[in-house]
């Protein structure tokens, strides 16, 4: 099963959550939806989304509102989709830190090519990758994606999350708490033990020989990274125990 990317779909009328839902959901996307400011934040804080579509028109709160704070309070990418117009509304949104504004009434196929767009731009900003091929795998970050041999290998989400981390920018060290942050946003505390477990699972999924990995490597003590081709490997304690 495919790791799909998470739009979270912030709007009162019932007609337009279908609309988009039905839009997104045929170009497989994961899909979460509210209806209000405060079902919005909660889902914005539990499900981490990707990209959040947000209506300014709520019952509870102008979206206006929550632009900043939602850009605070997350890494999500913004896109205002309303049926205010004005050239005002629009120069507001996007100053408080709204990233596209698509006006309402909109069609459906210029919504999925923003959300495309928004995606790209996500993954490319400071300077990460797209697509990435290490040995025999080969990760492509915007199809979420990962080919070893010619075959697709099936992630859980946690998996990829990681493997995705440390894909955006091979070579570089990411630690343990940046990892944890990301793959367990919700835990009070975080064990890298659990760290340790799923990648000690991610190496038999996409190692030639996981006590010998030549693709996920440690820096002992700090964290891991995706090994490029010429790397040294450091492991801990001279074993692939992650």
Not at 214 to 236: K, V, W
Request: proline share 4%; net charge negative.
């Amino acid at each position: 099963m495919k790791v799909r990317h998470k739009v979270l779909v912030v709007d009162d009328e019932l007609h337009i959550r279908r609309l988009i839902h039905a839009a997104l959901a045929r170009a497989d996307y994961a899909i979460v939806e509210a209806e209000n400011a405060r079902e919005a934040t909660e889902r914005l804080r539990e499900e981490r989304p990707d990209i959040t579509l947000l209506d300014l028109g709520l019952p509870d709160r102008d979206g206006l509102e929550l632009v900043p704070l939602f850009k605070q309070q997350s890494d999500t990418t913004l896109i205002v989709v309303s049926a205010r117009d004005a050239t005002e509304e629009k120069v507001a949104a996007l100053d408080l830190g709204a990233d596209d504004y698509l006006t309402k009434p909109f069609d459906t196929d210029e919504l999925l090519a923003r959300v495309r767009v928004a995606l790209r731009n996500r993954l490319t900003r400071d300077g990460g990758n797209l697509t990435l091929s290490v040995g025999d795998v080969t990760m492509d970050l915007i199809a979420r994606t990962v080919i070893k041999g010619g075959k697709e290998v099936h992630l859980t989400p946690k998996e990829y999350a990681v493997l995705a981390q440390l894909a955006r920018f091979p070579g570089r060290v990411i630690t343990h708490n940046q990892i944890m942050a990301e793959v367990w946003p919700n835990e009070y505390e975080h064990h890298v033990e659990y760290l340790r477990v799923l990648v000690r699972t991610l190496r038999q999924k996409l190692e030639a020989d996981p006590q010998q990995p030549q693709i996920i490597c440690n820096e002992p003590g700090i964290g891991y990274r995706l090994r490029l081709g010429g790397d040294s490997l450091a492991e801990e304690g001279g074993a692939a125990t992650g």
